[in-house]
């Protein structure tokens, strides 16, 4: 990896600091084993306090996602595997790390919901049942919509720097979207008359249509491990 940033604007709190870090807007944990081997990872320039925020957040959420997306797609191929290992106490390096391993695990244990216990509303679309199990055996996990408004926000404000050179301020909103592309036609359209299609190996997809005027509105579709679609707009206020 290259040397840091140095002093600068933060991408994600916008806020100066004379140290940055690189920030990677797809978590390294999150490429999957068939990423070829000389992607370039996207980075951005991130204050220590931001990218340890989000470490946080792509590890619990890079968890819950890795065991409702199907294994067998070569866009998530080793995921699950990777993810799993890091609950078993097991692998743990030493005592402190078994414990924090069965920390993590008790608390994956209280997002499970089973059978008829799960809900017949509020389904992440494209993450339903695809496996055919009798509703009694089925599984499912809860996932905070907070942890899918902030991800998105990442690579967003992530995908601008990149792309445009610029950061996304407070004059703007950033908002995400759970819906289904059928029920997204009005997006799909602009996104495929308009948009271009960045990538970062099978793990990643982003189509990406951004107005010319501020080279900051736009609207993006996000998908991850070829199921997890998120659909974000970026628009002034």
């Avoid at 199907?70 to 191929?77: F, M, T, V, Y």
Wanted: hydrophobic content about 30%.
């Amino acid at each position: 990896m290259a040397r840091k940033p140095g002093s600068g604007k933060c991408v994600h709190c916008l806020k100066e600091t004379s140290k940055r870090n690189w920030d990677h807007v797809f978590p390294r944990s999150w490429y999957p084993d068939t990423t070829p081997n000389n992607i370039d990872k996207w980075k951005i320039p991130s204050c220590k306090p931001c990218n340890d925020k989000y470490g946080r957040l792509e590890e619990e959420l890079g968890h819950l996602l890795s065991f409702v997306i199907d294994p067998r797609r070569k866009e998530a191929r080793g995921i699950y595997k990777r993810m799993v290992r890091a609950y078993q106490p097991k692998y743990a390096k030493n005592d402190k790390d078994r414990r924090m391993r069965e920390k993590k695990q008790a608390k994956l244990l209280t997002m499970i919901v089973r059978g008829d216990k799960i809900p017949t509303k509020g389904i992440y679309p494209g993450l339903e049942e695809r496996w055919n199990r009798p509703p009694s055996e089925r599984i499912a996990f809860k996932i905070p919509e907070k942890f899918i408004a902030r991800i998105a926000e990442k690579i967003v404000r992530g995908i601008t720097y990149i792309e445009s050179g610029k950061f996304i301020g407070p004059d703007y909103e950033i908002q995400h979207y759970v819906v289904k592309p059928s029920d997204a036609i009005e997006y799909e359209q602009s996104l495929a008359k308009y948009g271009q299609i960045l990538t970062r190996g099978p793990g990643l997809k982003l189509h990406r249509a951004v107005t010319a005027e501020d080279e900051l509105s736009s609207i993006n579709k996000i998908t991850i491990w070829g199921e997890f679609i998120i659909y974000v707009s970026v628009l002034s206020i």
